[in-house]
């Protein structure tokens, strides 16, 4: 019998979790949802499995959540080990981003062997 899970998270921004997958290199999508709102439709992420039953990230109007169906899952980690991987590139990902926006450039990013990111940003001041 399947059951979905809805984990909550506090991912808001579409581009942010893209590209904090991306880095973990897990295959993903986007899939136009439609809403209720008179917004039209909404994106929608969703990771493919070979057993047929996704993993999806979908927005519920504030932040995606996390739905999947545990008994189905078949990454190699556990999922809440999945998440927090997510979490802290999606992190990395919303200071990079955000440090664009005001003027910094990343010069340096790395993950140590413990799973920590480093950050670098700098910004040259204009006078």
Same mark, same amino acid.
């Given at each position: 019998?399947? !059951?979905?899970? !809805?984990?909550?998270?506090?991912?808001?921004?579409?581009?942010?979790?893209?590209?904090?997958?991306?880095?973990?290199?897990?295959? !993903?999508?986007?899939?136009?949802?439609? %809403?209720? %709102?008179?917004? @039209?439709?909404? %994106?929608?992420?969703?990771?493919?499995?070979?057993?047929?039953?996704?993993?999806?990230?979908?927005?519920? @109007?504030?932040?995606?959540?996390?739905?999947?169906?545990?008994?189905?899952?078949?990454?190699?980690?556990?999922?809440?080990?999945?998440?927090?991987?997510?979490?802290?590139?999606?992190?990395?990902?919303?200071?990079?981003?955000?440090?664009?926006? &005001? @003027?910094?450039?990343?010069? !340096?990013?790395?993950?140590?062997?413990?799973?920590?990111? %480093? &950050?670098?940003?700098?910004?040259?001041?204009?006078?």
């Amino acid at each position: 019998m399947s !059951h979905f899970s !809805h984990i909550k998270t506090r991912f808001q921004n579409l581009g942010y979790l893209e590209k904090a997958l991306e880095r973990l290199n897990i295959v !993903h999508q986007q899939e136009k949802a439609p %809403t209720t %709102t008179s917004l @039209g439709s909404t %994106t929608n992420l969703v990771i493919p499995q070979s057993n047929g039953y996704d993993l999806k990230f979908v927005w519920n @109007g504030e932040e995606y959540e996390f739905v999947v169906d545990l008994s189905f899952w078949e990454q190699a980690s556990p999922v809440e080990s999945f998440m927090d991987q997510v979490a802290q590139q999606y992190a990395s990902e919303v200071v990079i981003g955000e440090g664009q926006s &005001i @003027g910094f450039e990343p010069i !340096h990013y790395a993950t140590t062997v413990d799973g920590a990111n %480093t &950050i670098v940003l700098e910004r040259w001041n204009a006078n």
